[in-house]
């Protein structure tokens, strides 16, 4: 790097950057402070266009994919190179904040205004990219647009989807794209030569360790579970302890089984049951049924595996007299992003005179399906309290800062790679 004066970083203002995430955030605002701006629905709509502006007023070329993935892009002095991506997305949940996936597109806006504001121009084009549906809030599941992109859905498959009124994803693109005519319209997934997303970190690690960058290691692998224990109703007056099928009983005996088994010694298995359904649910009935949920993830593929394995004849073998029946439902592979896209983001820091660390993205994010097409990577910066998925999300001014300048160090150096 030159003189620090020179820097891309140096360009960075967080003023802009602020500015603009305040003003994102009023598309779609709630009385709580909040923003409720769903997938595809008209708040986004308008939310895309202030995009467009603000990328145009910066000099970049606006467009669009058959998926409604937006792209924002600086070219560079060899446009024929597969670009460098960076973004994330500005769908939220219905009582979501200001900053999850908002951060990381606007953050990578600031770093493409702080390219051409340095009079240095990339080798590779650099774009900047919102995602269309990351939270599936309406539509579920989540991560759509990255996940066409990358090839790992169909877009038919995804094009049926419904929300709750009974709106197709099919339609509510052709919405989007119809407001959207007049933008270049791109081929779903294209050579992409790398991708680096920045988020807020939704957890507590960076604030309670007092760092500012956080490298993200990969995500952790996720396995879910639907567990049902089937047991008889009887009379709670008149059926004695042996004449019992008590579902409730079992099932409290699996859980256990469950716990137990499942235990860790350095606290590394994250597993829930969330969600625990007693039938008939009523006071002088003997339960015969019960039915629950199972989140297992786990940053290392062997072990959320065997973990995984392990549950249906633990299930079975605590269930007494019950049955226990355990249907799979989502198995996601955990990842580890490329060593040489973790190393840069820490140089990087280090050269801007920012703490950093590494941790693992205990959540999923759209850098999970860019994962499988290029060199990928993720810059977490802290929340407030690790509180996210919430009205009160909240980030610093100075930390937002200081994750755009990390990000605009490295997306430029990613484009200057032949
Ligand atoms: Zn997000």
Known sequence: MGLA??????????????????????FGATDAGGVCRLALSSEEIEARAELVKWARDIGLEPSVDAAANLFLTLPGTEPELPPILTGSHIDTQPTGGKFDGAYGVIAALESLDAIVRSGRRPRRSIEAVAWMNEEGSRFAPGMMGSAVFAGVRPMAEIEAVTDASGCSVGEALGQVLAAEEALPRRPLGFPVAGYLEAHIEQGVVLEREATTIGVVIG?????????????EESHAGTTPRGARRDALVSAVHVVQALQD?????????RFTIGRFTVTPNAPSVVPGKVVFSIDLRHGDAETVEALGDMIPGICEAAAGKCTAAVQKLLHDEPLVFPESMRGRIGKAADRLGLSHMELPSPAGHDARYLHKVCPSGMIFIPCKEGISH??????TIADATAGTQALAEVVFELAEQG
């Open 219 to 231: 995500i952790q692998g996720k396995r879910t579970f639907r567990v049902e224990i089937d047991g």
């Open 5 to 26: 004066g020179k820097t891309i970083a140096s360009h960075v203002s967080g003023d802009r950057l602020w500015d603009r995430l305040m003003a994102l955030a009023r």
């Open 390 to 395: 919430n009205e009160a999300e909240s980030v």
């Open 261 to 269: 088994a499942i235990w860790d010694e350095a606290d590394e298995v």
